[in-house]
């Protein structure tokens, strides 16, 4: 039986799952302006080791058509950074973030349109009146 020679090794790396998280709503006052943190996967794992790793795509569909809506070089976004989007109306999303081995992963956004109030009371004359 031989023995395994040096150059015949390998490393074996376990990697987070890249997450979506940290969503803020209404950035800037605008309420089609979403951020969110992205985490994990290959920049997750040379971060602590000191070295900058970048995610390899951001990619915006939109969840009912399934329409790309936008994709994004990733090149400046790493392990903890903040993504600012302005999505072109109200609705949901799906956000998917990869890197560049094998990982990726997901995230529904929904931007609401909003409901207008409609109030009905029973007012002191004895009759109901629109708000």
């Known amino acids: 039986m031989s023995k ?48 900058t790793r970048y995610y390899d ?3 915006i ?8 809506v936008e994709t994004m070089s990733a090149n400046s976004y ?11 109306e109200r609705s949901q999303y799906i956000v998917k973030v990869k890197d560049n081995i094998s990982c990726e992963n997901d995230a529904k956004i929904s931007l609401s349109q909003g409901i207008n109030c409609i109030c009905f009371g029973y007012n002191f004359f004895g009759s109901w009146r629109k708000y």
């Open 78 to 88: 790493t392990e903890g950074s903040t993504v600012t989007v302005t999505f072109p």
């Open 4 to 51: 395994a020679a040096p150059d015949e090794s390998f490393i074996a790396v376990y990697l987070n799952p890249i997450s979506i998280s940290n969503v803020q709503h209404n950035v800037g006052g605008d309420p089609q302006t979403v951020s969110f943190t992205v985490n994990g996967g290959v920049p997750e794992f040379y971060k602590y080791r000191g070295v």
């Open 61 to 68: 569909k939109d969840a009912f058509t399934g329409s790309v």
């Open 57 to 59: 795509e951001i990619e």
